[in-house]
């Protein structure tokens, strides 16, 4: 089907992460101005800054995440966890997602009547529209049911 990269897999969660941080300090006086700093990032997921920046510059690209430097300063959601989707956040990291086939027409002899030319563009196309349907507040939710 479709590889998800790691660091695709690392912007999810660190997007769940900011997700959790964003409810959290909506609940409580804004610690930070609701920037989850750098370091407190890369010490839960033991990453380097390097990798970290390597993963959020997409995201901030796509406009899904803010930042800001100094004291103060980390990443936090550019919009609320119900407003970002899965297929964005993979699409910031990877692309517009698609199959890992090619056009087999110029080595099938039986292309013609192959009824998998049909089947998989339907199959990933009901995968985009989960993903896009899924959000991070989704994400959040079943994750809290599940532990």
Not at 21 to 45: P, Q, V, W
Not at 75 to 97: D, T
Request: contains cysteine.
């Amino acid at each position: 089907m479709f590889n998800i990269s790691a660091k695709a897999d690392y912007a999810l969660v660190i997007m769940l992460e900011l997700a959790r941080f964003a409810k959290a300090n909506a609940r409580r006086a804004k610690n930070n101005d609701g920037y989850l700093s750098i370091s407190e990032i890369t010490a839960t997921r033991k990453l380097s800054p390097a990798y970290l920046t390597q993963i959020t510059r997409p995201l901030k690209k796509a406009s899904l995440l803010l930042s800001k430097e100094g004291k103060t300063g980390g990443y936090m959601l550019a919009k609320s966890p119900e407003a970002i989707s899965v297929l964005e956040i993979l699409e910031a990291l990877q692309g517009k997602i698609k199959l890992n086939r090619h056009d087999c027409s110029s080595f099938c002899a039986a292309f013609h009547a192959c009824d998998a030319k049909t089947v998989w563009p339907s199959v990933m196309s009901e995968i985009k529209e989960l993903l896009a349907k899924k959000t991070l507040e989704d994400l959040l939710k079943s994750l809290a049911v599940s532990s």
